[in-house]
């Protein structure tokens, strides 16, 4: 495994999952719990987080093939999610993944573990697009490392998680997330450029 494709592995995955935009919503959703239930809803969302997208890894691609969808098509339909992603972190400072009204069903119903912290949070329909793209593109092992210390380190901040807030603020967090946001938009149009340049190869 070498540096340069565990950090284009690594990279894309810490910003589409991003942590630090996670830490406000986990707070809100376990302020009223217990510390063993906020430690079982951390463990959920984690674990189920990592468990979808290890799915996806390994089946995504079969998914696809059974859809007759090409790696060139996900990789310009993923990057266009990907940006309309990033346009609303730099814009609103925060992912545009659950809504208040969403939060208040949530916390009624109380599983908030696997929805929607695990998914759509966490594993959302971009980090799911990005992994696919990412086993096609390099080597597997080197995608799963990636993706195994993306999730120790969401697991790390959701432990922390108050100190981390308190720390940085609500202006600080927003702040972050605005500029993973950009990070994020670039990421998404190198995904179209690829697609669109390794389809017009195909054609040709």
Known sequence: MDLSSFLHTFVPLLVIVDPFASLALFISLTSNMTEEQVKKTMD?????????????????????????????ALEIAGGLLMLFVGIEMVREGDKPRVTKRGEEVVEEIGDVGVVPLAT?????????????????????????????IVFA????????????????????????????????????????????????????
């Open 44 to 72: 959920e969302s984690v674990i189920y987080g990592f468990l979808i997208l290890i799915f996806f890894a390994f089946a995504g691609i079969y998914v696809l093939d059974f859809f007759g969808i090409s790696i060139q």
């Open 120 to 148: 759509p949070m966490l594993a959302g329909p971009g980090a799911i697009s990005l992994i696919i793209i990412l086993m096609e593109t390099y080597d597997p092992i080197t995608v799963l490392i990636s993706l195994t």
């Open 153 to 204: 380190i969401v697991y790390i901040f959701f432990y922390f998680s108050s100190r981390i807030f308190k720390y940085l603020g609500k202006k600080g967090s927003r702040a972050f997330t605005r500029i993973l946001g950009l990070l994020v938009a670039a990421f998404a149009i190198q995904y179209m450029l690829n697609g669109l340049g390794g389809w017009i190869a195909h054609v040709i």
